[in-house]
């Protein structure tokens, strides 16, 4: 988990100039644009830029989402940055959630290799995932009050998206809504990023959901996708930008619920068995669904069901990365496919129960 997962092939100085071109095609003759980097810990789906651009005499930190290139090993089999363009749009306007503001969309190729988006760039604190948080971070030694106003506040940006209302074009390109579909697009790109080679534990997991089906799945909401602490920034334990929609969807709400609440219970669960206590008590299940029915009114049911969901949408993401590390000669492959997925203990024991 300490190690650098890599993401990109790219080099810095060449997309400083085709950076540099691009915006004087959208601005003007005189843009500029500096100080280009990635982040210490760059995202392991698309890759990020940091950088300054200058025109007009003002100048506005920036961050680019560029879509992967294909040598890169993607972690998934598309990325419509278009759409995650216009959930942010989507998100800030209508649920007043603080995603970071977007400023442009370039669906040409031709710029950088790849279509990408350009927002502002935030400051503030985000829970980090290298080392985990539950083993040492600002998070982890923060007063116990503080930890709750950050995770009431998470669930209250998870409640305002849900609660807003949006249009059935504006929902459209996040795919077919409900239930049933979220999981066929999920086994499709299972079959996609392990087809090839199956992996036992994610098989029984899939067949485990068909036999413990929900009876009435909730209501269909935009979800989030991503949704877990480590995709947002604070300031004072308070939310100020809301980050990483390529896995946006419509579907219940506890699909999001679940996912802030097995992520946290991934990192948990790492950091227990490296022998450390990590946060337990922070987002339980309980406090969670509590929380998300006192702003909803909402009583979210099934968590069974979802948390193992879950886990298995994370094992098929894992396992994809493993893979890609692999590809790097960063790791060899292990003789048991169930080996790529780090949680297989955490699955097989959900199973089990």
Not at 60 to 82: I, K, N, Q
Not at 200 to 223: I, N, Q, T, Y
Request: proline fraction near 8%.
């Amino acid at each position: 988990m300490a190690e650098e997962i890599r993401t990109s092939t790219r080099d810095l100085v060449e997309l400083r100039g085709s950076l540099t071109r691009w915006l004087r095609g959208r601005v003007g003759g005189h843009a500029s644009v500096s100080e280009v980097s990635r982040p210490a810990e760059n995202g392991m789906s698309s890759e990020t830029l940091f950088f300054t651009a200058s025109w007009g005499g003002s100048r506005t930190r920036c961050v680019a989402r560029l879509a992967p290139a294909v040598e890169a090993v993607p972690v998934f089999p598309s990325y419509d940055l278009g759409a995650q363009f216009g959930i942010m749009r989507l998100a800030r306007e209508k649920a007043g959630i603080p995603a970071p503001r977007a400023l442009w969309f370039e669906p040409d190729p031709e710029h950088l290799g790849t279509p990408f988006l350009v927002m502002e760039r935030e400051d503030g604190d985000v829970p980090p995932d290298v080392m985990p948080y539950t083993f040492g971070s600002w998070l982890l030694d923060a007063a116990p009050a503080d930890r709750r106003r950050l995770q009431d506040a998470a669930v209250a940006v998870l409640a305002a998206l849900h609660r807003a209302e949006f249009t059935p074009e504006e929902l459209a390109p996040f795919g077919a809504a409900g239930l049933r579909a979220h999981v066929e697009a999920q086994r499709d790109y299972y079959e996609w990023a392990h087809g090839e080679r199956p992996i036992p534990v994610l098989e029984r997991a899939f067949r485990w959901l068909e036999s413990h089906w929900p009876k009435e799945p909730g209501p269909d909401v935009l979800c989030w996708g991503d949704a877990r602490i480590g995709n947002m920034m604070f300031r004072d334990f308070t939310p100020v930008a809301v980050l990483d929609w390529e896995m946006a969807s419509v579907g219940p709400p506890e699909l999001d619920l679940s996912w802030m609440i097995f992520l946290h219970r991934f990192f948990q669960d790492i950091t227990v068995s490296a022998g450390f206590p990590g946060m337990p008590d922070f987002m339980r299940s309980e406090d969670v669904c509590r929380k998300y029915r006192e702003i909803t009114g909402y009583e979210p049911r099934d968590l069974d069901f979802y948390e193992m969901y879950a886990a298995l949408r994370h094992g098929i993401v894992m396992a994809r990365v493993w893979q890609r590390r692999i590809h790097f000669g960063e790791q060899p492959r292990p003789d048991d496919p169930d080996d790529l997925v780090l949680h297989r203990a955490t699955i097989e024991e959900l199973l089990a129960r």
